[in-house]
T-cell receptor, first 112, second 115 residues
């Protein structure tokens, strides 16, 4: 059974810092890994999807990396802003591509 | 940009009552999903739906739950007799193609409160 873990659970940084969020998964036979943003009481916004054949995927100030063999992904946020404050979730699909298994999230606070 | 929509945004119901949560997936998507998130816990998969039938379901999705695509646009989740522990945020999601590598896009959620 796939288990997804995110460390740290919470992170507080001053504005402008570069930061790294970590995601690990137990079953490395994945097709892809998806990173989401969740604002309090809101839905999930897809940020990046990184395919199993890719090492990195970039969108603006966000860069996601994937190392399947070690069961790890990182989300790098450059030059953090207060508007980046949210919970960041990673998720991986099962073999059928149906069921996403989510990590517990990292709650990020960027202070002005 | 097309998005998944859900109604209502908040539903309050009494224990034992039936509720129907509604979703309109993105129009050219073929796969539909329901997930839930109990306050403070992880997002959990409930069920996936393709070609008018359930393709996969979790152990959470017991006989009290059902899904339906009553027309070409709506996708519903019914809980027959709600329990206190059904209180959660329910998210609908959709995916475009058959291949496993495509993204799932989520709606804003329905907050269900069972009293």
């Amino acid at each position: 059974k796939q288990e997804v873990t995110q460390i740290p659970a919470a992170l507080s940084v001053p504005e402008g810092e570069n930061l790294v969020l970590n995601c690990s998964f137990t079953d490395s036979a994945i097709y892809n890994l998806q990173w989401f943003r969740q604002d309090p009481g809101k839905g999930l916004t897809s940020l990046l999807l990184i395919q199993s054949s890719q090492r990195e995927q970039t969108s603006g100030r966000l860069n996601a990396s994937l190392d399947k063999s070690s069961g790890r992904s990182t989300l790098y946020i450059a030059a953090s802003q207060p508007g980046d404050s949210a919970t960041y979730l990673c998720a991986v699909p099962n073999n059928a591509g149906n069921m996403l298994t989510f990590g517990g999230g990292t709650r990020l606070m960027v202070k002005p | 940009e097309p998005e998944v929509t859900q109604t209502p945004s908040h539903q309050v119901t009494q224990m034992g009552q039936e509720v129907i949560l509604r979703c309109v997936p993105i129009s050219n998507h073929l796969y539909f999903y329901w997930y839930r998130q109990i306050l403070g816990q992880k997002v959990e998969f409930l069920v996936s739906f393709y070609n008018n039938e359930i393709s996969e379901k979790s152990e959470i999705f017991d006989d009290q739950f059902s899904v339906e695509r009553p027309d070409g646009s709506n996708f519903t989740l019914k809980i027959r007799s709600t329990k206190l522990e059904d209180s959660a945020m329910y998210f609908c999601a959709s995916r475009k193609r058959e291949a496993a590598y495509n993204e799932q896009f989520f709606g804003p959620g329905t907050r269900l409160t069972v009293l």
